[in-house]
Nanobody, 124 residues
Framework: VQLVESGGGSVQAGGSARLSCGIS????????MGWFRQAPGKKPEGVDA???????AYADSVNGRFTISQDNSNHNMFLEMNSLKPEDTAMYYC???????????????????WGQGTQVTVSS
């Protein structure tokens, strides 16, 4: 299974960015995929997770600003980020879960396959 993120970069506060995650070698039926982030000196944080049926679970810190989605093939996952804040600055990772589950958590420990990450820097 391979996951490759893209779309990071530097953004002004209040701006927007869109992250993409290409997934190969993975069957997403009843599986979960998610976006996670880690800022320097902080623990990894689950940003959002999505199941094959489209149900998702946003973190309170991004609710109303970030939107997770996937394409019909479930081979690509996206994170639309709006109203970005300096505290959103982090390395963002996409991840996929090996086991089938009807509930997709935002706990990084539940995920088995990870991308290499893409940096998002929000300046004030």
């Amino acid at each position: 299974v391979q996951l490759v993120e893209s779309g990071g970069g530097s953004v002004q506060a209040g701006g927007s960015a869109r992250l993409s995650c290409g997934i190969s070698g993975y069957t997403s039926n009843n599986h979960c995929m998610g976006w996670f982030r880690q800022a320097p000196g902080k623990k990894p944080e689950g940003v959002d997770a999505i199941g094959a049926d489209g149900r998702n679970a946003y973190a309170d810190s991004v609710n109303g600003r970030f939107t997770i989605s996937q394409d019909n093939s479930n081979h690509n996952m996206f994170l639309e980020m709006n109203s970005l804040k300096p505290e959103d600055t982090a390395m963002y990772y996409c991840a996929a879960r090996a086991e089938r589950s009807s509930y997709c958590s935002r706990d990084p420990n539940d995920y088995n396959y990870w991308g290499q990450g893409t940096q998002v820097t929000v300046s004030s």
